[in-house]
């Protein structure tokens, strides 16, 4: 089947600790998204990637770095500088300038 | 900078009324538009987008869209409200001048049918 798929769905963060989120895309997109989202504040774009080895910050890149050595993989580094980062974490693809497809998320928390 | 406003954060509508869910936007170009539904715990799943042509958007499960340039807005509707229709509601929005593929979106709106 294509699709987009994270892992993985829970993952738990312990203080000062760096946390890595996986998104895997079998689709043969070129651009990838990671998107945070809380309660009442809606989808916030951390990072996207048009292309492989390259990518731009979004709104919220702060705390986060990303790497895109694949095509169909785009990996998100939650580091220990992010000092709130408990939140929903979807990840994203498309075909230049169409849709995005979304995978079904990871919901991080702090223990 | 591109913007994205959902003025409502949570809209009610009797099942078989008309629904609409808004949404105005911001850009320096012209604007790809688009709107998405999430259940809950769910990735998003695509309901329509307008990129050029045609001003009303016809999308899945009965949706439909207006794109208004002049009021630059996008607003979500459907003649006939199903219980099944209640879920997350959001507009999302890509400014062409902008020249890369940046993709925003909106707090989103909570829609919830009455039976």
């Known amino acids: 089947d294509g699709g987009i798929t994270q892992s993985p769905k829970y993952l738990f963060r312990k203080e000062g600790q760096n946390v890595t989120l996986s998104c895997e895309q079998n689709l043969n997109h070129d651009a990838m998204y990671w998107y945070r989202q809380d309660p009442g504040q809606g989808l916030r774009l951390i990072y996207y990637s048009q292309i492989v080895n390259d990518f731009q910050k979004g709104d919220i890149a702060e705390g986060y770095s990303v790497s895109r050595e694949k095509k169909e993989s785009f990996p998100l580094t939650v580091t220990s500088a992010q000092k709130n980062p408990t939140a929903f974490y979807l990840c994203?693809?498309?075909?230049?300038?169409?849709?995005?497809?979304f995978g079904s998320g990871t919901q991080l928390s702090v223990l | 900078a591109q913007s994205v406003a959902q003025p409502e954060d949570q809209v009610n509508v009797a099942e078989g009324n008309p629904l609409t869910v808004k949404c105005t936007y911001s850009v320096s170009g012209n604007p790809y538009l688009f709107w998405y539904v999430q259940y809950p715990n769910r990735g998003l799943q695509f309901l329509l987008k307008?990129?050029?042509?045609?001003?009303l958007v016809k999308g899945s499960y009965g949706f439909e869209a207006e794109f208004n340039k002049s009021q630059t807005s996008f607003h979500l509707k459907k003649p006939s409200a199903l219980v099944s229709d209640s879920a997350l509601y959001f507009c999302?929005?890509?400014?062409?001048?902008?020249?890369?593929?940046?993709?925003?979106f909106g707090k989103g709106t909570r829609l919830h049918i009455l039976p």
């Open positions: 999302a929005v890509r400014d062409v001048g902008l020249g890369d593929d940046k993709i925003i």
């Open positions: 307008y990129i050029t042509g045609d001003n």
């Open positions: 994203a693809s498309s075909i230049v300038s169409e849709k995005l497809f």
